[in-house]
Structure formats: structure tokens, C-alpha cells
């Protein structure tokens, strides 16, 4: 296997796949996006990047001419005015591209384009515009101030009829009136679902459901988004992705494991420096080395939302260039970060800690940006 292949753990069954393939070899699931790289995820970065590929920072002399036929999405879309551009992805399941050359009004006119194309499903306009259309497709589409066009197209999630599971994870929260649905992940720890069919009236009130059903330590509301404990410490987190569909997850409490030898087996001398890691002292539950890494994560956004502060209030564009270059070298090497937490196998703590980073940040880089 080549040494260059990014690898990510498969969420169904925990071993190392190649983070572009569709499905594990290993137990046939179809592979998941990791939690960064969802949309709504991606929509937060290119507001995070907005500021560092501004004008000064801009990307257009890189792009190059291109073909809309080759576009494998261009059936669901209109064609921009402009055949310049940089592509990041391009396949039947997801397109991320910027397209140069773009004036505001263009920009306005494609817009209206892409609604006459049928994306008018859970519009939300404050930042860009994004939509769905009837097929379940997510649009995303904002305007740049170097006079370029920002957009990703999501291919729908795929659902069928599902049992809802009867393991005492699951029973701690809300059956919801849905039975059409995705489980993406199912173990005695955690269960992580995506439920379609289902309005954001009625994902309110399966959110008061979880409140009144125990969830309400500690908790966190939004307008689409819910999270809280229990009294037992559970985790759970209900979001309204879009197009009718919500996504339910649950994560056990974690549970430090104490290590007991063996009496009558004494170990290897070759064998030490394996059990020194094994009973590394955890923190909060967790590997030091891996809450260093979430700790260093979550600094370096709230340094960053700091600088956007400054940056909006600063008249000094060449002393700000400065500032531009070191955050963009910062950022690559944060989801580099991310890209190798993938690899690694979490424990529950961990894995909680994870959400709760993520989710902090999120809410962080909206209060910024409203």
C-alpha cells in the first residue's frame, strides 16, 4: 500500500481503511465522512478561510480553465458564467469547487439560477446561500471577495426501513416516529443514527422528548442542534441536518478499566516498554498525548476567532499579511492533526471530548461571524 494514502478508521467496524475508498473491505459498511469533513463542517471552514484568501490572499492565479461537461454534478446545476476555476473534489457523491471571475451581480444571477434548478428545500441565506432540492442534493454557494464563487454540492443520504435497536444504549433514549433512516454506528458504547421523514417541528419536539426522558445536564440548545448528559452520565446529541432528516447520538459514560496482572506470569524484560505504555496514567480518562492534541485544537481556533476580532477592526492591511501567512500554515497543520486522530483508536472519554471540542469551536466561530 502506498505511503501517501490517507487512512481513517472505518466507523462500523474500527479498522484502517483508505479515507477515499466507498466501502470497508473489511466488514462491507459504506465509508462515513469523518465528523470534520460533513458539510456544515466544511461550510465553517470557508468561513474560517473567508479572511486568510481574501483579497490579499486569493487563489486565482493558481485556478485553471475547465470544462462544465466534466462536472460530474452539472446535470443538477446551471452552468456559471465562468470557465476558471480550482477544483478540490469532483465526483457523483460530492463537488467542492471555487469558480473565478465572478462579479456580485453574476454571483446574484446564479443564485437565482440554482433556485430555478429546484434547490429551494431548508433554505438558509445569512451566510451565502444553501439549500436542498427534491433528490435530497445540498448546495452550498457563497461569494468571495476576490470576485469568485465558493460552492459544494452533497449527494443525498441514503436511507432505507430500519429496526430501531433494542440494546440498553439505545432504550435510554426517545423511539423517534420514524422507522426510514441510516444507523452508522451500533455497540454496547455508542449508537449514531440519522432519522429521515421527519420536520423540524417534529425534531423539536423529540428534543423536549430527550429532555423530559433524562437528558437535560449540562445541555446545550440551538435552533438545530441539542446535546446533554444524563444523570448517569451519558452523552447524547440530536441535530436537524436538513431535508427532514435528524441525527441522534448517544455515547456511554467513560469507564476508567483498572489493569490486574497476572500473578503467576511474570513479564519479559523485552516486554517492558509495552507495559509502561499500557498503564500510562490517563487524564480525565483519557491519553495525555490525545487531549494535549484536542487542548492545542481548540487553542488555536480560539486564537484565530481572536485575530478575526482584530482583523475586522484593523486598517493595517500589510502589517495583517503578516498574520495571514502564519494562520495559514497554522491551519494545515491542525487538520493534518485531525487527519491522524482519525487513525487512532479512542476510547469513550476520548471520543467525547472529541464532540465536545468540535461543538464548542462550532458554536464559537457562529457567535463570531452573526
Known amino acids: 500500500m502506498s505511503k501517501n494514502k490517507k487512512m481513517m478508521k472505518c466507523s462500523n467496524c474500527n479498522n484502517l481503511i483508505e479515507e477515499k475508498t466507498k466501502m470497508c ?8 465522512k469523518p465528523i470534520y469533513k460533513r458539510f456544515w463542517v466544511i461550510a465553517l471552514a470557508i468561513i474560517v478561510l473567508l479572511l486568510v484568501f481574501g483579497p490579499k490572499g486569493g487563489k486565482q492565479d493558481s485556478a485553471e480553465k475547465f470544462d462544465w461537461s466534466d462536472i460530474k454534478l452539472s446535470s443538477i446545476l446551471p452552468k456559471p458564467e465562468s470557465n476558471k476555476a480550482t477544483i478540490y ?55 468571495m471577495s476576490d470576485e469568485s464563487i465558493y460552492m459544494t454540492v452533497d449527494a443525498p443520504v441514503e436511507m432505507n ?9 439505545v432504550q435510554l433514549v426517545p423511539l423517534p416516529n420514524s ?9 454496547s458504547d455508542m449508537f449514531n443514527v440519522n432519522i429521515g421523514e421527519t420536520t423540524i417541528d417534529e425534531y423539536n419536539d423529540y428534543v423536549q422528548a430527550c429532555l423530559d426522558s433524562g437528558f437535560n445536564i449540562d445541555y446545550n440548545k440551538a435552533e438545530d442542534y441539542y446535546s446533554a448528559y444524563n444523570e448517569n452520565g451519558y ?3 440530536v441535530s436537524y441536518e436538513g431535508f427532514n432528516i435528524i441525527n441522534i447520538s448517544i455515547q456511554a459514560p467513560s469507564i476508567d478499566e483498572e489493569i490486574i496482572p497476572e500473578p503467576t506470569k511474570q513479564p ?33 481556533f480560539n486564537d484565530y476567532i481572536d485575530f478575526m476580532i482584530k482583523y475586522s477592526e484593523s486598517s493595517d492591511d500589510v502589517g495583517m ?33 472529541y464532540i465536545e471540542v468540535t461543538s464548542r469551536i462550532t458554536l464559537n466561530l457562529l457567535d463570531v461571524t452573526q
Open 179 to 187: 422507522s426510514y433512516g441510516e444507523i452508522i454506528t451500533e455497540n
Open 25 to 32: 473491505q473489511h466488514c462491507g459498511a459504506k465509508n462515513k
Open 268 to 300: 519479559d524484560i523485552e516486554n517492558d516498554e509495552n507495559i509502561e505504555e499500557d498503564n500510562t496514567d490517563l487524564v480525565d480518562g483519557m491519553h495525555p498525548e490525545f487531549k494535549e492534541q484536542m487542548d492545542a485544537y481548540e487553542v488555536f
Open 235 to 237: 452523552y447524547l446529541s
Open 89 to 143: 473534489s469532483n465526483t457523483n457523491d460530492y463537488l467542492w469547487i471555487q469558480i473565478f471571475k465572478i462579479t456580485e451581480s453574476e454571483y446574484d444571477e446564479y443564485v437565482k439560477d440554482c433556485k430555478e434548478s429546484g434547490f429551494t428545500i431548508d433554505v438558509e441565506d445569512n451566510y451565502g446561500y444553501n439549500a436542498f432540492n427534491s433528490e435530497g442534493y445540498e448546495l452550498s454557494v457563497n461569494y
Open 321 to 353: 499579511l503578516v498574520d495571514y501567512l502564519d494562520y495559514i500554515g497554522k491551519f494545515a497543520s491542525q487538520m493534518e492533526t485531525m487527519d491522524e486522530l482519525q487513525t487512532q483508536e479512542m476510547n469513550n472519554a476520548e471520543t467525547k471530548y
Open 161 to 169: 426501513e430500519i429496526i430501531w435497536p433494542i440494546s440498553e444504549i
